[in-house]
């Protein structure tokens, strides 16, 4: 630490460097800009940082040692140097075989982790076969309407082997059902299975749009899935809470912070209604971020969401256990910065966003395919991907030690900024009344659309640079594979649900769907029903068919 002498000095010093050394220059040359902003927080980034820009932080309650509270340095004593991030490559497209096929490939070029892609009828709770899903068959993911389709998936792969994340939300209780029946089926005990479910609806009501149920039966759902999982599935984490597409709707570095933290509190308080204990049901809940271009306003964000999490959980819930303090994190690279002009360019884009992760101790983290700006990724740029997160680890050095930004002025200088701000943020939060009412207020989703209105308008007026878009153009075409799915492929999948549902039980399956329907009438934990369900091989269309009836539909502009 400096003392007041040292950083009177300090401050000395930077005036005369400032009289000798920049005005001529400045008087000279200029600099580039009048000013300098982070990417998308809007906070001034000083010519020069000093001991002085971080003179009131103190050591131990602010920063601390890896694996301490506050947990800034990160939640693990030896960062990566025990055990790599998780690569986690986000797959799933057309058909629950093609999906299989894909797995099989990541984890021969050796990912650690499956990220599973489900399409949009699957996302929004209907089957292969229902009207609202034609077209939509295997586009953005695979295709899960039955069991069948997810032993398909998990053919050849134990369970007890890998950790598997699911991004699904509102259906996300049928679809960990499932995950649950194949480990079951396989002989895997439920306490070793790991992986995540996202299951964060707040965020589909602020950016994202897949929702099925009110908020109120969708909450219900949520935390029946912490308290099935904190006593059978103890590995698993129940919850991803996602400010990646809030980041990726058009938010600031701040915004994400604040709101998806925002939307964590607001689950707590209602598990905790809900009759639950905190320490019980914390420690599984995991968070998801996403990385944009400035690598330091990323380290920034991430360090300071770490930060803030432990204050948050000992001060407004009296967490004991020290791991419901631990903000864990997943990262996905931006898929709103990819471009669709000079795609090559789109992987230098990748590689500083996973290093922001990787310098700011993500969790897990998934690369993006140079083409996803045009399509679904082809095997190429899916193994491009993953070497970026291979070569990160075990070329670049950036593994070898932890926090290794820490100690920076600028970077615990941007570290309090943006945690002021997210901070800011929470304050007008909870004076509307938590999330769910700033969300029902609609102040939420105006605060980020005034942003991403914002960062266009600098885009059109070039005040803010794309390469490849509004400047160092070319006048080529992308020339490239494609990966695409056919009206084949659909009809593949349709007549695999055909087959399943001619080939079952339907006594048994009535049997199940009305016990899960008198379930939702009443107070029990849902999850044991929508289990039998599934292994009676009930569709997810079905099973949600009976939570629509009971529950009902969210449309926009209803109460949250």
């Given at each position: 630490?400096?003392?007041?002498?040292?950083?009177?000095?300090?401050?000395?010093?930077?005036?005369?460097?400032?009289?000798?050394?920049?005005?001529?220059?400045?008087?000279?040359?200029?600099?580039?800009?009048?000013?300098?902003?982070?990417?998308?927080?809007?906070?001034?980034?000083?010519?020069?940082?000093?001991?002085?820009?971080?003179?009131?932080?103190?050591?131990?309650?602010?920063?601390?040692?890896?694996?301490?509270?506050?947990?800034?340095?990160?939640?693990?004593?030896?960062?990566?140097?025990?055990?790599?991030?998780?690569?986690?490559?986000?797959?799933?497209?057309?058909?629950?075989?093609?999906?299989?096929?894909?797995?099989h490939y990541l984890l021969d070029q050796g990912q650690t982790g499956?990220?599973?892609?489900?399409?949009?009828?699957?996302?929004?709770?209907?089957?292969?076969?229902?009207?609202?899903?034609?077209?939509?068959?295997?586009?953005?993911?695979?295709?899960?309407?039955?069991?069948?389709?997810?032993?398909?998936?998990?053919?050849?792969?134990?369970?007890?082997?890998?950790?598997?994340?699911?991004?699904?939300?509102?259906?996300?209780?049928?679809?960990?059902?499932?995950?649950?029946?194949?480990?079951?089926?396989?002989?895997?005990?439920?306490?070793?299975?790991?992986?995540?479910?996202?299951?964060?609806?707040?965020?589909?009501?602020?950016?994202?749009?897949?929702?099925?149920?009110?908020?109120?039966?969708?909450?219900?759902?949520?935390?029946?899935?912490?308290?099935?999982?904190?006593?059978?599935?103890?590995?698993?984490?129940?919850?991803?809470?996602?400010?990646?597409?809030?980041?990726?709707?058009?938010?600031?570095?701040?915004?994400?912070?604040?709101?998806?933290?925002?939307?964590?509190?607001?689950?707590?308080?209602?598990?905790?209604?809900?009759?639950?204990?905190?320490?019980?049901?914390?420690?599984?809940?995991?968070?998801?971020?996403?990385?944009?271009?400035?690598?330091?306003?990323?380290?920034?964000?991430?360090?300071?969401?770490?930060?803030?999490?432990?204050?948050?959980?000992?001060?407004?819930?009296?967490?004991?256990?020290?791991?419901?303090?631990?903000?864990?994190?997943?990262?996905?690279?931006?898929?709103?910065?990819?471009?669709?002009?000079?795609?090559?360019?789109?992987?230098?884009?990748?590689?500083?966003?996973?290093?922001?992760?990787?310098?700011?101790?993500?969790?897990?983290?998934?690369?993006?395919?140079?083409?996803?700006?045009?399509?679904?990724?082809?095997?190429?740029?899916?193994?491009?991907?993953?070497r970026t997160q291979q070569i990160l680890a075990h070329e670049s050095?950036?593994?070898?030690?932890?926090?290794?930004?820490?100690?920076?002025?600028?970077?615990?200088?941007?570290?309090?900024?943006?945690?002021?701000?997210?901070?800011?943020?929470?304050?007008?939060?909870?004076?509307?009344?938590?999330?769910?009412?700033?969300?029902?207020?609609?102040?939420?989703?105006?605060?980020?659309?005034?942003?991403?209105?914002?960062?266009?308008?600098?885009?059109?007026?070039?005040?803010?640079?794309?390469?490849?878009?509004?400047?160092?153009?070319?006048?080529?075409?992308?020339?490239?594979?494609?990966?695409?799915?056919?009206?084949?492929?659909?009809?593949r999948q349709i007549r695999r649900l055909e087959s399943v549902q001619?080939?079952?039980?339907?006594?048994?399956?009535?049997?199940?769907?009305?016990?899960?329907?008198?379930?939702?009438?009443?107070?029990?934990?849902?999850?044991?029903?929508?289990?039998?369900?599934?292994?009676?091989?009930?569709?997810?269309?079905?099973?949600?068919?009976?939570?629509?009836?009971?529950?009902?539909?969210?449309?926009?502009?209803?109460?949250?």
């Amino acid at each position: 630490m400096f003392d007041s002498d040292d950083l009177e000095a300090i401050r000395e010093g930077e005036a005369s460097w400032h009289a000798d050394q920049v005005e001529p220059v400045l008087e000279r040359f200029g600099e580039r800009n009048e000013t300098f902003t982070t990417d998308t927080g809007g906070q001034e980034v000083d010519r020069l940082y000093t001991p002085a820009d971080v003179a009131d932080r103190d050591y131990d309650e602010d920063l601390g040692f890896p694996g301490e509270p506050p947990y800034t340095r990160g939640v693990y004593s030896t960062g990566y140097r025990g055990r790599l991030w998780t690569m986690r490559q986000y797959a799933g497209f057309s058909t629950p075989e093609d999906t299989n096929e894909r797995f099989h490939y990541l984890l021969d070029q050796g990912q650690t982790g499956l990220s599973m892609a489900f399409d949009l009828p699957t996302q929004m709770g209907y089957d292969s076969d229902a009207e609202m899903s034609a077209g939509e068959v295997g586009k953005a993911g695979v295709a899960i309407d039955s069991l069948e389709d997810m032993e398909t998936v998990f053919d050849g792969i134990p369970l007890d082997d890998v950790s598997t994340s699911m991004t699904i939300n509102a259906p996300a209780s049928v679809l960990l059902a499932m995950y649950i029946a194949v480990g079951d089926r396989q002989g895997v005990d439920r306490s070793a299975l790991r992986g995540t479910i996202q299951n964060d609806l707040l965020k589909e009501y602020i950016a994202r749009n897949t929702y099925i149920y009110p908020p109120e039966p969708s909450m219900r759902i949520i935390t029946d899935i912490f308290e099935f999982c904190a006593e059978e599935v103890p590995k698993f984490n129940t919850i991803s809470i996602s400010g990646y597409h809030i980041r990726e709707a058009g938010s600031t570095a701040a915004q994400e912070l604040a709101f998806t933290l925002g939307n964590g509190l607001e689950y707590v308080e209602s598990a905790i209604d809900a009759g639950l204990d905190v320490d019980d049901f914390a420690p599984q809940l995991s968070f998801f971020f996403n990385g944009h271009n400035n690598i330091f306003e990323e380290v920034a964000k991430f360090r300071a969401a770490r930060r803030m999490w432990h204050d948050l959980m000992d001060e407004r819930f009296d967490a004991q256990n020290p791991k419901s303090k631990q903000l864990k994190f997943h990262t996905q690279t931006a898929g709103s910065m990819l471009t669709a002009q000079q795609i090559e360019n789109n992987v230098v884009r990748v590689a500083y966003q996973a290093l922001a992760a990787v310098l700011g101790g993500t969790q897990s983290l998934h690369t993006n395919g140079k083409d996803e700006a045009l399509a679904l990724p082809t095997e190429k740029s899916v193994r491009t991907a993953l070497r970026t997160q291979q070569i990160l680890a075990h070329e670049s050095g950036a593994a070898d030690t932890v926090d290794p930004l820490a100690g920076s002025y600028y970077v615990e200088s941007l570290t309090d900024e943006v945690e002021a701000d997210a901070y800011e943020i929470l304050e007008e939060v909870d004076g509307r009344g938590g999330m769910r009412r700033a969300i029902e207020q609609q102040w939420v989703q105006r605060q980020i659309q005034d942003t991403a209105f914002e960062r266009q308008h600098e885009i059109e007026k070039r005040e803010r640079i794309i390469v490849g878009v509004n400047e160092f153009e070319v006048d080529e075409e992308p020339e490239m594979d494609v990966q695409e799915v056919t009206e084949e492929d659909e009809r593949r999948q349709i007549r695999r649900l055909e087959s399943v549902q001619s080939d079952r039980d339907e006594e048994a399956v009535e049997a199940t769907l009305e016990a899960l329907r008198e379930a939702a009438r009443g107070e029990d934990n849902l999850m044991p029903y929508i289990i039998d369900a599934v292994k009676a091989y009930a569709t997810v269309g079905e099973v949600c068919n009976v939570l629509r009836d009971e529950f009902g539909e969210y449309t926009p502009g209803s109460a949250v």
